[in-house]
Structures are given as structure tokens and as C-alpha cells.
């Protein structure tokens, strides 16, 4: 068992940040250990419903999040119904109004177009008010800038900002990348993370032990 277990509140007297896995009950949603979303507009616990839209089970479409992640007040996972058909002559949601257009309701999905999961890696920062579009996988180690909006993936320990969201710079070089995507510091044990945190804190990663 973690730490982050059953715990809701990683902080006392904090009850604007939560381990976000222990408030999520959406069997479509996964989220890793350690993850923690702060909101001082409502309430962080309501997060499945604020922040993760049009998320609709017909669907099938996942969030997938990794272990250590930092997401900021009010970024939003936009799901596959809030993509209006582009096949269609009209980008009006039809299906959806089966019964005023006397259409199957089996075909309700042809009203959009089904762009997949929403993959998060580890150790990735999420900031304030940035949109994630479904079929997106940001990959370990990237920072998402305030109100960014990603429309494409995002490679590990890369830095985008902007609408649509573009590639700032990269966090490391290659070589350093590399080897921080081999070491996978976030699926070690607890007793050697808190033994290297001085060390990963810092930058030096010759000195992991």
C-alpha cells in the first residue's frame, strides 16, 4: 500500500488538492498514484464531472493518467462527443435527436467522430485552464502551459504553451531523456524515492542511488 492509498488530502488543512485516484469513481477513468489536482474555484472532489466533458459511455473512450502528475485548477479532458461529425454536410448532431428525426438511436454515435483515449504519462504538469482534446497521448516528463490547448501528442519532457499548443523547448537533451525514461523513477518504491529525493530534487541524476 502507498501513501497516497486512501488518502484524499496530501496536505492538512488543505482541501483545495487531492490525490485524484482516490476521488475518482468513473471505471473509465484511471489515474496513478500520487497524481494531485488543486482547484480553489469547486470543489478538486468533483473533478470527473467539472473536468473530464463529454465523456459519454456509448463511447468507450478512456483517461489514462500516470503516477506523479501535477494538474492545475481547471483543465479540461474534452471527450469524443464534443466532435461534431466533419463526414457530414452539416455539423449539426442529428443522431443525437433520434427521436425528432425519427432515426435509429443505434446509430447515435455517427453525430461525432470518435478520436480515442486521452493517455497521460508520469510525472507530467498539467497548467491552469489547459484542454487536453481526445485522442491525445502527452508523454512522461511534459509540462502543458497555462491554457494551452493540445490538438496533437506531446513527446516526453517537452514544454508547449499556446492555442494550438506548441513546442516551447525540451526539459532535458536527448541523452539525459533518455535515461530518465529508462530509470522510471516513478515506479520505484516509496523508501528509495524518499532516499533519492534530494538528488532527483536537484538535477543530478549521476548521484541516484
Not at 489547459?130 to 506531446?154: C, H, Y
Not at 516513478?186 to 530534487?201: F, G, M, S, V, Y
Request: proline share 5%; with cysteine; charged share 25%.
Amino acid at each position: 500500500m502507498t501513501i497516497s492509498e486512501n488518502k484524499i488530502y496530501p496536505r492538512t488543512g488543505d482541501t483545495e488538492t487531492v490525490y485524484l485516484k482516490n476521488v475518482i469513481m468513473n471505471p473509465d477513468i484511471e489515474i496513478g498514484d500520487y497524481t494531485i489536482y488543486n482547484d480553489f474555484v469547486h470543489n478538486p472532489c468533483d473533478f470527473q464531472k467539472n473536468n473530464v466533458l463529454y465523456h459519454y459511455p456509448v463511447n468507450h473512450n478512456r483517461l489514462l493518467m500516470g503516477k506523479f502528475c501535477s494538474i492545475a485548477c481547471g483543465a479540461k479532458f474534452i471527450f469524443t462527443s464534443a466532435n461534431h461529425s466533419l463526414k457530414s454536410l452539416s455539423t449539426y448532431p442529428f443522431p443525437i435527436f433520434f427521436e425528432e428525426w425519427e432515426l435509429d438511436v443505434k446509430n447515435i454515435t455517427d453525430a461525432w467522430d470518435n478520436k480515442g483515449d486521452i493517455i497521460i504519462g508520469n510525472d507530467v504538469w498539467i497548467g491552469y485552464e489547459a484542454v487536453i482534446l481526445s485522442g491525445v497521448t502527452i508523454g512522461d516528463g511534459a509540462i502543458i502551459g497555462t491554457r494551452a490547448v493540445v490538438t496533437k501528442d506531446i513527446p516526453p519532457y517537452t514544454i508547449v504553451g499556446g492555442v494550438p499548443a506548441k513546442l516551447i523547448r525540451k526539459r532535458f537533451d536527448d541523452a539525459l531523456i533518455a535515461r530518465l525514461l529508462e530509470l522510471k523513477w516513478w515506479d520505484w518504491p516509496e523508501e528509495r524515492i524518499k532516499a533519492n529525493l534530494e538528488t532527483i530534487q536537484s538535477g543530478r541524476i549521476d548521484e541516484l542511488i
